[in-house]
């Protein structure tokens, strides 16, 4: 089924105020839920909120927590989470990230004790559509093996970097892994193969079983051995700029919080001028659309063009949600 | 055979001498080069310095050329490269960074008009043996196609994330293709196949087979469309901050030259001592190495590990250099 952007705008707004938020937060949480799966991204929008409503309920996630900053010097901040609602949280440190942006040319803040931001994209177009450049990751549980283990101690650890460009922004919003494990429950649902290699069965053999990789938690790391070490510098670089919880520390609690991140941010027109950027950028992007293509029916994408078309979509005909998960939505 | 390290660097500043180089230019070129090798990135070391000459003598790379500040604003630069060595304006424009990052908490420059700065962990080192968190990328010629192209319309735009450590840093140098075109060679001399998918054959089928890769140019960005997102991200981000070539534009030559570049550095001791990120980045480090292994005589490793291991043994029994190689050098 298909519902209106405001109609669940509206109604996970309710469900967020009963939880013990205040109206203006609990309106920007719900938009933050609603837009990830107005852009496509359901396993971090409307298809978590049940289970983020949860981790408030049982305490992980605090509704009235704010962050507060620590330390300042110069371009750079250290805050706390407070153990408040991740998106609420990365919204503010990025919110925060831009005004040094555009103080400073780049801001900085780390902060420590926040939780899961469920969708990171989120953020990368928050510093586009105000004019910068933004860049964020986040640490996670354990949830991928490092190279050369049979048990996950890194995380999948996502990353997200945006560019703004008035004829639609570039943002690239991936984690570590191969495969989400949304991915590949939705494909073992359908009881397929995952089209590439997505992890390791019990042997330590690569699989394209996704059900098998979902019980060893054993995901296979982009490019082997390169995105495992991707993922333990950006576990390195979350804790030691925050000073707070490593992928290690966090798996030491049977459920992910108090997690680690950093948020980015660059003015690029301060040289050069946003029209200036605008045909740089486009000089790019024409040039990969350009390729010869593999297969004649697909196309070279820049990271996040095909986001805008989704979002068209699901702002005409309505946003898709299972059935059943709205249905546990609206009786929470 | 092998070369002592004083020895391969005397030779080699001599010989940048005799190409136009500066005597203190000379040596710290000579330097780079040489620290290259003794970390065991033999491909952008000893065994690239002919080639290096040679882009001198053709008038691609400017002996006397120094990077310039065109630009100023709170804690970024924009540098011109001038089209001088690549390895010394990375080596300046890291340095510069470094300042930066004192005075403001972190700092940026973004250069143009630069060229290749072979062995990018050099930087890295650089900034973490001033203390700071060093992150630097750059973009190269077209060498890999991005998702869905049968041919090279984005580079393999190598990215640097150096973290100091006082018992070792911790640096990842890594491009975005699966193997390197050195890496490639080397196994297919042998031979041999690739232990993994290294990239595409004429049809747009994954290979292992080396030859097959080096001659469509189509090596496989790690993670497939994930690491193809990032080399788009990258080359867009040194184009934009720097007002440079992209690696369509620097593909419209027939030589690599004039690239684009940026280097970001971070103080990580400004609210957490050293002591503390010590004991962060260490409690990382010995969960990782705790890991249950895949293949009992195989380690997980920490980005940068090995090559201390490396520098240790080559330090001592001398650099290892091909011998035609070596003539090669000594007769420029």
Redesign the interface.
Same mark, same amino acid.
């Given at each position: 089924m298909r519902i209106q952007y405001r109609e669940a705008e509206q109604i996970l707004s309710e469900k967020l105020i009963k939880t013990g938020y205040q109206k203006d937060r609990a309106a920007l949480c719900a938009q933050l839920f609603v837009d990830a799966s107005r852009d496509g991204v359901y396993s971090h929008g409307l298809n978590r909120f049940v289970s983020f409503i949860q981790l408030n309920q049982e305490g992980y996630v605090k509704p009235d927590a704010q962050p507060k900053v620590?330390?300042r010097?110069?371009?750079?901040e250290?805050w706390d989470g407070q153990m408040g609602a991740g998106m609420l949280n990365a919204y503010s440190a990025m919110e925060s990230a831009i005004q040094l942006a555009q103080?400073?040319?780049?801001?900085?803040i780390a902060m420590k004790n926040t939780n899961h931001w469920m969708r990171g994209g989120n953020f990368g177009w928050q510093a586009a559509e105000a004019g910068c450049?933004g860049i964020c990751f986040t640490n996670t549980k354990p949830n991928m093996?490092?190279?050369?283990?049979?048990?996950p101690?890194?995380g999948n650890n996502p990353?997200v970097?945006a560019?703004p460009r008035s004829s639609g922004h570039?943002v690239?919003d991936?984690s570590m892994s191969?495969f989400s494990f949304g991915k590949m429950i939705e494909t073992a649902k359908k009881g397929e193969k995952l089209p590439?290699h997505g992890g390791?069965d019990h042997e330590?053999k690569l699989t394209k079983d996704p059900e098998t990789v979902i019980e060893n938690e054993l995901s296979l790391?982009?490019?082997?051995w390169?995105?495992s070490? %991707?993922s333990?510098?950006l576990?390195?670089?979350v804790?030691? !700029?925050s @000073?707070g919880r490593?992928?290690?520390?966090i798996g030491e609690d049977e459920v992910e919080f108090g997690i680690s991140q950093v948020f980015?941010c660059?003015?690029?027109d %301060?040289?050069?001028t946003e029209a200036?950027?605008e045909v740089? !950028?486009n @000089?790019?992007i024409n040039?990969?659309h350009?390729?010869?293509?593999?297969?004649e029916n697909?196309?070279?994408?820049?990271?996040g063009e095909r986001t805008l078309k989704t979002r068209k979509e699901n702002m005409e005909k309505g946003i898709p949600v299972d059935e059943k998960i709205w249905e546990e939505i609206l009786n929470l």
């Open positions: 620590t330390d010097f110069g371009a750079i250290r103080t400073n040319g780049i801001g900085c450049i093996p490092p190279w050369g283990a049979k048990e101690r890194t990353l970097i560019i570039i690239l991936m191969q590439f390791f330590g790391p982009i490019g082997y390169k995105g070490g %991707l333990i510098m576990d390195m670089l804790t030691v !700029l @000073g490593s992928t290690g520390k980015i660059i003015k690029p %301060l040289f050069g200036e950027n740089l !950028l @000089g790019i040039y990969l350009q390729s010869e293509l593999l297969k697909e196309n070279v994408y820049y990271p």
